[in-house]
Every structure is written in C-alpha cells, then in structure tokens.
C-alpha cells in the first residue's frame, strides 16, 4: 500500500487543540461523513500532541480506499519553520466513513488513553515506541480508487 | 518587519506556555495519583482559556486545587501554583523552554494524595479579562493551615516565566 506523509505546525504556532484541528482539516471537509469522528477525539488527541508523542511517531489514517496517510507534529523552532509549508492531501480519506487511525502514545499514558478511546471505534492507539502495525480494512469489493507509486516515482 | 516578528515572539510564547502549563498540571494530576480523566476532558477550554488569558496579559496564575469531597466544606488538602511573570526575561530572545525537573521535584515533594480526593483547576485574572466560553467565576479555597513552597521557574518563553509552588499541611 502507498503512504502518503505530511507534517503539521503545532506548538507553539498552534496550541494542541488548534492542532488537532489542522489536522481534521487536513483529513476531512466540513460537514463530511467522517469528520465527527475526528472532532469527537479532540481532548484526547490534543493530549498527545502536547506530549508530543505526534512528533515521535506519526498519527496513521487507513481509509477505505486510497493510500494510508501518517501525520506528524512539529514543535517548538521547527513548527514555525513547517506551518509555511503545509501541503493539503489532494484526497482527504476521512470524508467517507469508515476510515480507521492509529495514534502514538507513550506508554506512561496509554491504558488512560485506550479506555478513553474504548467509546471511539475504529480509532485506536499504540505504544509510541512500536512500529506501525495497523490492521489493514477487511478484505470488501473492489474500489475505484488510486494511490501514489512513490517508490516507483523514485526509481531511475 | 520588527513588528510582525514581535508579535510572532509573543503569540508563540503565550501558546508555548500556556499548553506547556496545562500538560504540566496534568502530569501533577498523574503523579499525584489522581484521575486524569477531568483535565483530559475538558482540555480544549481550559487551554483556550489559559492561552487567550497569557496573550491578552490577563492571567495572574493557574491554580491546580486538590480537595476532599467527603468533608463537610470540601476542604483543601493541596494546592499547585503556576504563577505567571511577564517580565521574567525583560530582554527575552524567543527561546522556549519546559523543565520537567521542576515539576517532577513538586510531585515528588508533595507526595501523592487518597484517591478519593477531587480537583479543579483555578485561572487567577486580572480585571477586565476577556470572557472565555466554559469558565466561571469562583474563589479559592482557604489555604490557612498550610505552607507555601516556591520551586521554581518551569516553564519560560519570550518574556513570560512560570513560576511553580505547591502547599503542603503546616508541621508536615
């Protein structure tokens, strides 16, 4: 599966919850389907943006259908140095429903942060220290979707 | 443009501080063995308001107030302090800076507290504030019976320091 990466602005050029709020702007448009979950999660993400465990380990999104978009945060010096060059996604996956994410956490904080999250299915966090071992969508009918080759883009 | 950059200084610090603060009393929260759930909750004004307050030149001091409900006038039974000194750099040159040390030292001072105790976070402001949706006015609890400890500065960014103490029972 292609992946998709983009780094968001965050303290001090944003506060945390402003943050989370670039970030859900990021992956989905105002009134899209999707995007009541991601404002749901507010308090908590914010929380983790203030650890900055956003700026160790990347937020992950895995939509329906398209490539896996991973989200992180930059603080202090390099925040104000990566708000100018924030670039929309040309597709945001979390329009639809049915998108699932992934969120670092450290893990002084994670059994507080997963029952917090027990009330948010499909949205789920995971030691900031481990790789990114997502649970792919189940298997459904084919979509018409497209992705971004990167490495193929790479190639000579 | 120097003034567009003076501002940026002083937006930046303000954010810088006032979420650095807000993660700071919900490390005490944690370390003092108390539930995080309530700060987690209402994260999003208690950092709106902390942050419009700093910019704005407002806020006097952010209160963590740590309580018993099961006394008669749930009476104090510990308190942190972050006090807020706008001219702690009066030739501040933008740098932004957390000690954790600083807060790990208070929590480790003050000890942790019976887990049925409660807490509320207090925003000490001048007069003429901006309204902040989510904040009320209140007052705080008595802190007769109890001594102040001042540890020191935590965090710091532009011009801005805040200062952090906490109170333990007087003979304790």
């Given at each position: 599966m292609s992946v998709v990466s983009r780094t968001v602005a965050a303290i001090p050029v944003r506060t945390s919850v402003a943050t989370w709020q670039a970030i859900t702007d990021l992956l989905a448009p105002a009134n899209s389907a999707g995007r009541g979950r991601l404002e749901a999660v507010t308090n908590i993400a914010a929380v983790l943006i203030t650890a900055e465990y956003t700026r160790q380990a990347p937020v992950v999104v895995i939509p329906t259908s398209g490539p896996r978009v991973r989200i992180r945060t930059a603080h202090g010096t390099d925040a104000a140095e990566t708000q100018a060059g924030e670039i929309p996604l040309a597709v945001r996956p979390c329009a639809a429903s049915g998108w699932t994410m992934s969120l670092p956490c450290g893990i002084d904080d994670i059994e507080e942060i997963r029952a917090a999250l027990d009330r948010h299915p499909g949205i789920e966090v995971r030691d900031v220290t481990d790789g990114v071992t997502v649970d792919e969508p189940a298997e459904g009918p084919a979509t018409e979707g497209w992705s971004i080759d990167y490495e193929e883009m790479e190639r000579p | 443009m120097s003034t567009a950059v003076y501002v940026n200084t002083a937006t930046y610090a303000a954010t810088h501080v006032a979420t650095n603060m807000l993660g700071s009393i919900r490390s005490i929260v944690k370390g003092s063995g108390l539930d995080p759930g309530r700060i987690r909750e209402s994260w999003d004004i208690l950092e709106n308001g902390i942050a419009t307050w700093l910019a704005s030149?407002?806020?006097?001091?952010?209160?963590?107030?740590?309580?018993?409900?099961?006394?008669?006038?749930?009476?104090?039974?510990?308190?942190?302090?972050?006090?807020?000194?706008?001219?702690?750099?009066?030739?501040?040159?933008g740098d932004l800076w957390l000690d954790p040390d600083t807060v790990a030292y208070a929590i480790r001072k003050n000890g942790a507290f019976p887990a049925r105790c409660e807490y509320r976070i207090v925003a000490d402001t001048a007069p003429g504030r901006p309204d902040v949706r989510g904040w009320a006015t209140t007052t705080y609890r008595s802190t007769a019976g109890f001594t102040r400890h001042v540890v020191g500065t935590a965090i710091g960014g532009g011009s801005l320091g805040a200062g952090l103490a906490y109170y333990s029972r007087s003979g304790t």
């Amino acid at each position: 599966m292609s992946v998709v990466s983009r780094t968001v602005a965050a303290i001090p050029v944003r506060t945390s919850v402003a943050t989370w709020q670039a970030i859900t702007d990021l992956l989905a448009p105002a009134n899209s389907a999707g995007r009541g979950r991601l404002e749901a999660v507010t308090n908590i993400a914010a929380v983790l943006i203030t650890a900055e465990y956003t700026r160790q380990a990347p937020v992950v999104v895995i939509p329906t259908s398209g490539p896996r978009v991973r989200i992180r945060t930059a603080h202090g010096t390099d925040a104000a140095e990566t708000q100018a060059g924030e670039i929309p996604l040309a597709v945001r996956p979390c329009a639809a429903s049915g998108w699932t994410m992934s969120l670092p956490c450290g893990i002084d904080d994670i059994e507080e942060i997963r029952a917090a999250l027990d009330r948010h299915p499909g949205i789920e966090v995971r030691d900031v220290t481990d790789g990114v071992t997502v649970d792919e969508p189940a298997e459904g009918p084919a979509t018409e979707g497209w992705s971004i080759d990167y490495e193929e883009m790479e190639r000579p | 443009m120097s003034t567009a950059v003076y501002v940026n200084t002083a937006t930046y610090a303000a954010t810088h501080v006032a979420t650095n603060m807000l993660g700071s009393i919900r490390s005490i929260v944690k370390g003092s063995g108390l539930d995080p759930g309530r700060i987690r909750e209402s994260w999003d004004i208690l950092e709106n308001g902390i942050a419009t307050w700093l910019a704005s030149r407002h806020l006097k001091a952010v209160t963590l107030e740590v309580y018993d409900p099961r006394t008669s006038a749930d009476d104090l039974v510990g308190r942190f302090d972050f006090t807020i000194d706008y001219g702690y750099y009066p030739d501040g040159d933008g740098d932004l800076w957390l000690d954790p040390d600083t807060v790990a030292y208070a929590i480790r001072k003050n000890g942790a507290f019976p887990a049925r105790c409660e807490y509320r976070i207090v925003a000490d402001t001048a007069p003429g504030r901006p309204d902040v949706r989510g904040w009320a006015t209140t007052t705080y609890r008595s802190t007769a019976g109890f001594t102040r400890h001042v540890v020191g500065t935590a965090i710091g960014g532009g011009s801005l320091g805040a200062g952090l103490a906490y109170y333990s029972r007087s003979g304790t």
